[in-house]
């Protein structure tokens, strides 16, 4: 069971591969300024992953007319991650966790995906400016895709 609405946030520092290098992601550099938006994924370059994270990136704009900045999680080195979003042209913060640390702070690890390993389920988080939970979804099976309707419709009632 992920998270529940309501709780406090697990605050993390992750990795992300940027033009410029590798750089730090912290969720709690939004508080007092932006809701959140956290989604995770399993891994990159499978299809379900690719079409989650390529329209979202298209949707992109609603997010921020709703007051909100978007990370993406999996447990894909940042070096994948990059060359994954540029072959698809996402344009989310991609963060790595690689160690699983943040996903097991959200328990949304998802045990031996398709016999490989643990993974991050699918699951998405609305976090409100003070770092409390204000929607928490995982999705019954990883094939399956949050509720993106529930999600603005929260950050809609924050904004």
């Given at each position: ?12 520092t ?25 989604l ?18 298209a ?72 770092g ?23 950050l809609?009632?924050?904004?």
């Open positions: 069971m992920p998270i529940p609405v309501g709780s406090k946030a697990p605050d993390f992750l990795k992300s591969k940027t033009a410029s290098g590798v750089a730090d992601v912290k969720l709690s550099a939004n508080f007092g300024q932006k809701n959140t938006v956290l995770f994924f399993p891994l990159a370059f499978t299809s379900v992953c690719t079409t989650e994270m390529c329209d979202q990136t949707g992109i704009g609603e997010y921020e007319q709703l007051g909100a900045n978007v990370i993406a999680v999996s447990v894909d080195s940042p070096f994948a991650q990059e060359a994954w979003a540029k072959q698809n042209n996402i344009k989310l913060t991609l963060a790595s966790d690689l160690n699983k640390e943040v996903t097991k702070k959200y328990d949304v690890v998802f045990p031996m995906l398709a016999g490989v390993g643990d993974t991050a389920a699918r699951a998405a988080f609305v976090i409100d400016k003070s409390i939970v204000q929607y928490s979804e995982q999705t019954p099976t990883p094939k399956d895709l949050p509720n993106f309707q529930a999600i603005k419709s929260t809609a009632k924050l904004k």
